[in-house]
């Protein structure tokens, strides 16, 4: 898994409409994070979490973006749902996944191989700021904004 310092690889992947994002082409900070399966309890929680608190982190300078293996289509149904600002990118084939190292071991009985529920924040230049390995999705976004204030506070980032 990536380390705070790391560049971090751009991709392209569709978002709720369909429409073709690049990374690289949103406005810096991003707050990149992987999650398991829409509509799923933890899921939701994260989700509704990055949303309530979606104003002070575009106060901080971040866009939010989550990516799932779910379909744009599944995508859409949730972000309406749940009220989303943000967006949602689809990695059906996992690829970006395989990237970011967003896998995880379960042992549910047996063996198998999940999505590590993980975020990234990366900065304007496109490195990595911040790793949060293994997030629980309640109190989420509040722990992603004290590392922004913390970042701001002692560096230049997030730029003006």
Known sequence: MFQPGDAAPDFVLKDAEGVDVRLSS??????????????TAGCTIQAKNFRDHYDELVAKGATVVGVSLDSSESHCRVRDRLNLPFHLLSDPDGRVHDVYDAW???????????????????DEDGIIRA???????????QEVLRQLERLNVHSDWPKK
């Open 104 to 122: 995880k071991t379960t042992l549910f009985g047996r063996s198998a191989i999940g999505v590590r529920r993980c975020t990234f924040l990366i």
């Open 131 to 141: 790793v949060f390995k293994s997030v629980r999705p309640w109190g989420h976004a």
């Open 26 to 39: 949103l406005r810096g900070p991003i707050v990149l994070y992987f999650y398991p399966k829409d509509n």
